[in-house]
């Protein structure tokens, strides 16, 4: 980037809020993701005006604009995939209220998902949705990813939980979205910004809802010999009208490899871990939980453990939140995926995957929401040797074609990012991405913001073209 | 019919065959929309003839209004222009229900009555339950944004809706979200289909989650003096670990039409609170106990659990709030304001003393803590219209500088041709602006019906 141009920003935000040398470059390559692009400037703003400036700024110089938050993303989504400026919202990491009466707080984008709810703790609130990577990761990239966790099967995702949001539009005019109520009169734009990955505006501001904690929160954990009983469980649990405020499952290698670090307590020569929260009033938590025990019993489960206190409760969360820690250590690089299918279909997916699994060569772990169907198959791979990267990737996107054929969607919550922006033609007709093509350019006409990401690039880049199933998606077309 | 009618007919007839095209003017005046008559009705019987009527329409640049069950056409502003009625009531199929997945894929025109009885079928239940439930359709509860009283518990149809196909302005087919519960795959352009008026595109398909049906529920009611003492149960409520379906609020005029309309007897001087609690008989009691000795704490005159019978009546009567108070005067004029708790007690002080000085009877039911439906019941004549739309204009002033979103649901059109019942529009309106021109570039989708003038 010519010189000019960092001195601006420096002008602009300090010395300290701006980086450029070659190192520090080689740090923002990467996020949660197995994706690399490097920027040529990182900026830090500290206030909503910075942020107007730096947009005025890149559209004089012509630079394309890409937001991060902490950077946790796992779908390339905050990496710049055509250079420019990476605008890093980590100094924008204030809670500026807690309006506990209301039950609503409204934050800066790069306050830690986690800090939130710690502070709101003290009036019994907590912010809802809770990636693995609460802890560092922030709302406005939750906000970003429209990003779930394991507590959205019985609370939503981020969209379920942000009322408002002031963004920078890439003409750098500042605009509001929605508010502090329960509902605007007009489009839910709101409800569109979320998700959109960074591509439409940038988030300078967002209103949450928060809930209250729950007065009682019981925790299981059920143990198969059988993966097929563990996942009729889940089917049953729903059926009998239960919907649990976690339902988390680990597949016989995964346990394995997690219990090796973690000790969590899963026997090793058992095919499946089912690990189950229920919460809410005493009495509901308490009947569910007996409900869901005499379920996992009659599928066959050979033990069900109910953690007695705070500790165990921790110790049976403990290995599924380090779970992906624990797969760091058995193998130099993991690919994690995220797909989603109807959890009835869960038996016969993890069969298939089984299936690609061996004919690639790669041992494939299984950890995932099953109460939503969420999948997250970790293919174990090396890559440090491209030849297996390129087939890690194939495999990973046979498991997505298997997805959607089976039902369900390219990304239950880590979003579409430059990972799967070429496999979307699975789930949309050109002209479903061509009306989304529209939608973005009403927003950011030019393609300053986040370029490369969510749709699959234009013709001629050497894009896979890939057939839509039927069945799959919105419409019956 | 003039030759400009009969060449337009016959060519409608092409398109979707001649039963299936109304131009007689005892058809037509079913779909008026304020007070305007399309000059024809068309019932399309695929989604391909919804494609080709917008295409027809779009090229032959004919305002089109999607229509349903026809239960909310009173919302939004009268229409500029006003060709052709799209009826969607023949698209009625239940396309994929998965009762193990939760999840739901109907076409826009079934009713909610005849879902959920399919729903029911399997233990289950979409949440929306509506106005006019036998008559209301899920096209449009969603256009319409059709408020529930179980919206507490459950959110609204932004909380339920995965995915939808629909038809833009110009014909095309699109369709965003899925059918599984969670996913993040592209755009949710559906979420602008949520109350939108049919102003962006005709919805086809509509993919929800569904719920299981809860084993046992039961309904509370706590009388109060005032409404202070109302809010604070309420309040109490919203900070407890309960975790109700339904926490709403009657005035005691509200209370006085549900009586008036349900021949019951609920307290007619008495501000109401009313909490429905589910789940099994442990769970009921738990709330029964707890909201009991929270509405002593509030100051509540009586505190009563009602029967099986009378809590669907009332539950009823909660969903029917905005037509039962146009039952009472066709010249009801029925706010919906979205409002913070805080907010509550100076929002319905100011609506006190503009009844008070417009002497306008008012009846008010307020939702979930958030969403306040405030009915102006003047008497049914011209008359009273100046003194309504003084009222109006000045409350829509109150709540739109003291930060709650107002909007006005249903009004004489005397009151839409002297207001707009949309607050102005904010900072948004360029990009609202843009993405109707999106959707919909030759403006023939329900045009001027929207906020800001869409």
Redesign the interface.
Known sequence: MQRTIIRELERLLGSSGVLSSPEDLLLYEYDGSVEEAGPDAIVFPRRKQDVVEIVKLANRYDLSIVGRGAGTGLSGGALAREGGIVLAFSRMNHILEIDAENQRAVVEPGVVNLDLSRAAEKYGLYFAPDPSSQKSCTIGGNVSENSGGPHTLAYGVTSNHVTGLEVVMPDAKVIRLGGRAMETPGYDLTGLMIGSEGTFALVTEVTVRLLRLPEDVRTLLAIYDSLGDATDSVVDITARGIIPAACEMLDGWTLRAVEAYVHAGFPLDSAAVLLMEVEGVREAAETQADEIIEVCRRHNAREVRRARDARERALLWKGRKEAFGAVGRVSPSYYVLDGVIPRTKLTPTLLRIEEIAKRYGFVIGNIFHAGDGNLHPLILFDHRDRDQFRRARAAGAEIMQLCVEMGGTLTGEHGVGMEKNELMPLMFTETDLDLMRKVRAAFNPVGRLNPGKVLPLGKGCGETRLQPFPQSAGGNA | MSQVAESLASRLAELVGAGRVHTGPKSLAAYEVDGRRPSAALLPSS?AEVAEILCFASAERLAVIPIGGRTHLHIGMPPHRYDLALDVSALNRV??Y??????L?VEPGITYAELDRNLREK?QFLPLAPPFAERATLGGIVAA?ADTPVRYAH??A??LL????FV?GEG?????????????????????L???LGT?AVI??L?FRT?????LQRMFVATFADPLGAMAFC?AI??????PRVVDVLNPRAAGLFAAYSGGNLGRDSWLAVVEAA??E??L???ARDLASMSREAQAAEFIALDEDQREHLFGCLCEFSPIAFGATSAATVFRI?????ALPALLEETRKLAARHALDCAILIR?L??VYLALLPPANPEAYPELVNCSRELMTFCVTS?????IERCPLEIKNALDI??P????Q???Q??K???DPHRILAPGR???GI
């Open positions: 989604v396309l994929a998965e009762p193990h997945d939760l999840t894929g233990g944004a959110g609204t932004k909380d995965l995915g939808a196909e833009t095309v087919i699109s369709k965003s979200g899925g059918r599984v519960v969670k996913n993040v795959t592209g755009y949710d352009l559906h979420k602008l949520i109350g939108s962006l086809t398909r993919n719920f299981p049906l809860p084993p309040r919203m900070q407890s670990p309960l975790q789940g099994h442990k769970v009691e738990r709330h979205a409002a913070l708790p805080s979930a958030g969403v930060g709650v979103a107002p909007m949309w607050p529009p904010g900072t948004e360029e990009i609202t843009r993405l021109h999106v959707f929207f906020r800001g």
